[in-house]
């Protein structure tokens, strides 16, 4: 019967990980299975080998980045999937028939800034308290309803990267109040033409909708495929 | 190795092709079956293996199972339908390259 890596070893793999800066669990089940095996082929040939002596071998292959690269990568991987998800949410959004939807939204949007008449009567309270929200959902509802930080006890990449993603949004919301000071340095007062009004109130309500699907479409799909892939830290 | 240079933009397509092959695999098993095949003559390096396979899973080319072995996790990649999809069109662009290569290597002489 061959040696294979003991549970006390296998734990001294995960620190071995976290020593070498992979803090995130999803990382390190992977690292420590591949170390673990590398090791248990080279007690196949040697048994005699030392437990260091054979993590010293294997590590070395890893190059002289070590883990970093990896790491790196799967970070960017992931900021790529969750834009992906991001594309995929708007593009069915924006199909038959519930583009109609987005017309209609459009065309009430722009009705209330006719009768209005001053734009930022509707403008200011509507992305002021949009920032507002946003600050209570970073904050408040998606710890709660993510758990993001730790989940019974571990970090998982997957997640932590999503809570980066997040706070993003409070920035993209930025981009109409600085819309403002565009039009302030163009002095305009307000929107005045129909097709102005219309491609104002039609971004609104892109904008919107794009934030609805990176606040709870990509979070409600990365948690499935965490389900998945972990089902006993099941969020 | 110099070699391996050759390899590199093709290690998409051999972890794709190994896995419709093997069904579900893990990363070190990879790397074995791999030098396996090829007799040593091709390896794989950990650097290289690990971004190519997050790439793909999350491309969704590929999906994750954890299953309990020896006191450990282990995560198994397999392929998606769209996986599955990828593999035949990259296969067949693997083909034609292999030909036109081959074309250009060996002209034949009129």
């Known amino acids: 019967m061959n040696r294979t890596v003991s549970k006390k070893e296998t734990q001294y793999l995960f620190e071995f990980c976290r020593r070498h800066y992979v803090y995130h669990y999803d990382l390190q089940v992977e690292l420590v299975d591949h170390l673990a095996s590398a090791i248990e082929k080279q007690w196949e040939i040697d048994s005699e080998l030392t437990f260091e002596n054979a993590l010293l071998n294997s590590f070395r292959k890893f190059g002289i980045h070590g883990f970093s690269k990896i790491k790196e990568q799967k970070q960017k991987e992931l900021r790529k999937k969750y834009n992906r998800l991001l594309w995929k949410y708007l593009l069915e959004f924006f199909g038959w028939p519930k583009i109609v939807m987005t017309f209609a939204f459009t065309i009430v949007l722009a009705t209330l800034f006719k009768i209005v008449g001053n734009d930022l009567w509707i403008l200011v309270p509507y992305f002021g308290s949009m920032t507002i929200f946003l600050f209570y959902y970073y904050y408040r509802i998606f710890p709660s309803k993510f758990k993001v930080s730790k989940v019974k006890g571990k970090k998982f990449m997957l997640l932590d990267r999503l809570k980066d993603t997040q706070f993003m949004i409070i920035f993209f919301t930025q981009i109409p109040f600085q819309a403002f000071h565009f039009w302030n340095i163009l002095k305009l007062s307000s929107i005045q033409n129909t097709a102005g009004i219309l491609t104002v109130s039609l971004l609104i309500v892109v904008i919107t909708i794009g934030i609805y699907g990176e606040l709870f479409y990509v979070p409600q799909k990365i948690k499935e495929h965490f389900r998945e892939q972990f089902p006993e830290f099941a969020l | ?110």
């Open chain 2, 1 to 110: 190795m110099q070699k391996n240079q050759l390899y590199k933009g093709s290690l998409s397509t051999i972890v794709l092709k190994l896995l419709n092959d093997k069904g579900k695999m893990y990363g070190y098993q990879i790397t074995r079956e791999v030098e396996k095949i090829t007799a040593g003559q091709l390896k794989i390096t950990e650097g290289a293996l690990y971004p190519t396979l997050h790439k793909l899973e999350a491309k969704g080319l590929l999906s994750v199972e954890i299953k309990k072995v020896n006191n450990r996790s282990r995560k198994y990649y397999f392929l998606t339908e769209n996986g599955k999809k990828e593999t035949v069109n990259l296969l067949n662009e693997m083909k034609a390259f292999i030909q036109n290569m081959d074309v250009l290597l060996n002209p034949k002489l009129a």
